[in-house]
């Protein structure tokens, strides 16, 4: 089982009840082997949380304990800048080096609309790799600081 994994950089911890269960779904009904793996593209948010319905999943059931894969994107270049394509770059990587078996994208709706997780899903949708997005709870919105809201009044 090769697993690759992603979801929005806001999500919080009440979705994790709906990742575990997917996770210990997925991984009862495929084979392990010695090459098991569940890879990430490292984002906060989503990426991570799936690390931790992971260790959730595997308190009951240790046996699906697989290694985890963590792909950041490079988002500084050699001179400095900031790679703006930093992200879908790092997806396609993902999609070519990983040799996924099977995809869960964590989302609130069938069709993700925040950008990483949208291009994840749609790279591996037209590359016609297995999966699913799970459902989970939106996260509440969070109220910027004020500091934030003084920067977004500056001309």
């Known amino acids: 089982m090769r697993l690759l994994v992603c979801g929005p950089r806001n999500l919080d911890a009440s979705a994790l009840p709906a990742m575990c269960d997917a996770l210990l779904r997925v991984l009862t009904l495929r084979p392990l082997s010695a090459d098991s793996v569940m890879a990430h593209g490292a984002a906060r948010g989503g990426d991570f949380l799936w690390e931790e319905a992971l260790g959730l999943a595997c308190e ?60 994840m899903v749609r790279r591996l949708r037209g590359a016609e790799v297995p999966g699913e997005v799970v459902i989970v709870p939106r996260p509440a919105p969070v109220e910027p600081s004020a500091r934030q809201r003084a920067l977004w009044r500056q001309p």
Do not use: C
Request: glycine share 6%; charged share 30%; proline share 12%.
């Open 60 to 119: 009951t059931r240790p046996e699906l304990w697989v290694p985890i894969r963590r792909m950041p994107a490079k988002w500084r270049l050699p001179d400095g800048t900031t790679d703006r394509g930093a992200g879908p770059k790092r997806n396609q990587r993902m999609l070519e080096q990983v040799r996924r078996t099977y995809w869960l994208a964590a989302h609130w709706s069938e069709e993700p609309d925040t950008p990483g997780t949208a291009d």
